[in-house]
């Protein structure tokens, strides 16, 4: 079983605010690292698929990197909202293998 | 979004009886999943099929078995529910494992008394 860990379990910040979460991963037969946000009662939802070292991805206000050498990603989020209160996932995959590990996520509570 | 049914969407049963939750899909994907979430777990694999009849276990496989006898449909039958199996249970498809994103179904809150 692939060990994916994310830090910070949980976080709480206020509107304005921006913050990072990171997501570590095995940095052996590294394939895809997959970003999802996921609101209470709700599916999750894809953010960014990153395959190469270096990748650097943004969507609005939120962006990731990645670095595969070492075994880890960051995902950013500039000037938070109450909107974006949510679980946010990350998710691994190496050569060989036909499935997700997801790490048990980060849960993000912002303040207005 | 992603045309992905799952029934029923709740259900209560008791232990030691058998359960079957349906996974649909209008996409056309290759790949379909099976996760549970449980606090503190995130979303874990129980099984996943690359194709028609072809399946695989996933980290969380024991007292589960799947079936994908047609490209839409995707199977979990619970044998004989025990309480430990209180769960959420999500479906996904996807085109690809690696460099494509996945797409969940609502999910089906299953409660085994």
Known sequence: ILNVEQSPQSLHVQEGDS???TCSFPSSNFYALHWYRWETAKSPEALFVMTLNGDEKKKG???ATLNTKEG???LYIKGSQPEDSATYLCAFTDTGR???TFGSGTRLQVQP | DAGITQSPRHKVTE???PVTLRCHQTENHRYMYWYRQDPGHGLRLIHYSYGVKDTDKGEVSDG????RSKTEDFLLTLESATSSQTSVYF???SESVTANEQFFGPGTRLTVL
């Open chain 2, 91 to 93: 479906c996904a498809i």
């Open chain 1, 72 to 74: 880890y990603s960051y």
């Open chain 1, 19 to 21: 913050t990072n979460f």
């Open chain 2, 64 to 67: 589960y078995s799947v079936s």
């Open chain 2, 15 to 17: 232990t030691g009886t």
């Open chain 1, 98 to 100: 036909r499935a997700l």
């Open chain 1, 61 to 63: 206000r939120i962006s």
